[in-house]
């Protein structure tokens, strides 16, 4: 009994030395805790989904940091609920201006530079007195251009959800100049909250360098004015600081293209999209004085053997809207001359060239904003309306904007519907009846994405989108330049304008040449199913 009961002793001595020796090894460990982990990168672990926020969690506009466990105790499935950081929490952290920025970027500004007073001959030397006044349209006509100007990428977006990164949704420079990186921050998130641990967060691009403008006490860069850059710090406050002093420096030798920022802070990643591209210049044109008419519209058609209808056409012209210049692209087999109409500029084209090839001769000599376009059997009545339209297109910030024919039913507003695809077979394109919706303020016009052979344009938007030349569009052709212009401008029909369709049936060598039947349409058919990628085209 005796023997037993010291083997008893014996093996309870061993196990207390045992449990004490394990102790003492986890309390060092701990004790060490606060020493190593300033030395240590985060641990990675696995992203936190967001808690909900209710109104007793919330204070001074902040929502204030809580983590909860299910029920399954593991400890990873948790929420987080995220303490987005002030301003002013780090604008009196101090900062040491960096004298190599401001070298790099004196050098780059002297290279995008632009000093009005290194001009030979600067804009108020140029128009003397009136500089003022031309200075004033100018800023009008610039505000029209703007109002309808399609660059929906130019607004200026912050990314700010619940992950802990906040960021700019893109931004712009132009090819080797620099651009400030504004709207990178790092929330507040429990598990970097203490001072122990080391927070760190990495950058990257591809086709530039980012560089840091100044220094900020107790942060670490590493690979300053690379495309591989790394912020570190025990203070997120210190981390947020020396991110706004972050600059994208392009350095591609493309004058076109897009980089990509990444920047990951923790197990959270994202990307910031940076566009290299030029500024791209205004085209203004200026109102005049008086705003006439006149000076902002010219009217152009095309006409092929149809001369008697033609001078009624610019008869009316002349008769509603006097001094309006007229511009002809002709491409008949024998000319007739039309110099007794001061106002025309008849353009003489090698026979039978076609619509669209006319179309663009036409367009392109015209140098005023707008121009109206009707076809040659045309006139204009008391109904054809070109200041509403020149207004109409001045205030909505609309390219387009079609009329009716008079006494017609049919106004010719027809919709668009494009699903692109990504397999080899092609899209979808259909063609349907109707608009989209009335305008406000203008309750005879709607949007939609076809207008009749009626319609008033700007001219630098329909003159970037075009009228396609092939001679499958000779003949007969309209609702094809829509196409092209899906997604690139903005069309508005209008029904209190009207013109008179006249017609000419009569005309015998006219209707041989543009009648031609099925096969010209199943050529431009194949056309349109190769250059546009399609594999159906619906008309309903």
Known sequence: MSVLWRKMVAGMSVLFVVNTLVVFIYLWRDARCTCSRREQAPISRPPLRPCVLSSDQTENG?????????????????????????QDEQDSIPFVPRGTFQQTLSHVSAEHSCNQNDATQPARIVFGSRWSEIRERRQVAKNRHINRSLHFQESH??????????????????????????????AWLEEYVSDSWLKEVRLSCHLG??????????????????????????????????????????????????????????????????????????????????NFVKDRVTVITKTYLRYSVLRKLIESVNQYFAGVKIIVADDSDKFEDLGDYKNVDHYKMPAQKGWFAGRNLALSQVTTEYFFWLDDDMIFTEKTDLKFMMNFLDKTGYHIVGGRLEDSELTFAQRYDYIPTNTDDGGCLSRKEGSYKVIPGY???????????????????????????????????????????????????????????????????????????GTLNYYKLKYIYFRNNLFNLLIK
Request: glycine fraction near 6%; aromatic fraction near 10%.
């Open 209 to 290: 360098s980012l560089v840091f403008s100044a220094d900020v006490p107790d942060v670490t860069v590493i690979g300053d004015n690379s495309s591989d850059v790394t912020v570190t710090s025990l203070d997120i406050h210190h981390i947020n600081r020396q991110l706004e002093f972050l600059y994208y420096h392009s350095l591609s030798e493309k004058t076109l293209a897009t980089d990509e920022v990444q920047v990951q802070f923790g197990s959270y990643k994202t990307t910031i999209t940076v566009r290299i591209q030029h500024f791209p210049m205004f085209h203004l044109y200026d109102h005049g004085e008086d």
């Open 443 to 517: 309750p005879t016009c709607s949007s939609t994405d076809i207008v009749l052979n009626v319609f008033m344009g700007e001219t630098q938007t329909v003159r970037s989108v075009g009228f396609e030349p092939n001679p499958v569009y000779a003949r007969a052709a309209h609702s094809e330049f829509f196409a092209d212009g899906l997604g690139k401008f903005r069309v508005a029909s209008c029904t209190n304008v009207e013109v008179k369709h006249l017609g000419d049936t009569s005309n015998r060598r006219y209707n041989k040449a543009r009648h031609t039947g």
């Open 62 to 86: 902040l929502s204030t940091i809580q983590r909860t466990q299910n029920s399954s105790r593991t400890p990873y499935d948790e929420c987080v609920m995220v303490r987005k950081l002030r």
């Open 157 to 186: 977006q912050y990314i700010d959800s619940w992950s802990p990164l906040s960021y700019p949704a893109s931004l712009r420079v132009s090819p080797g100049n620099i651009t400030k990186l504004q709207g990178i921050r790092v």
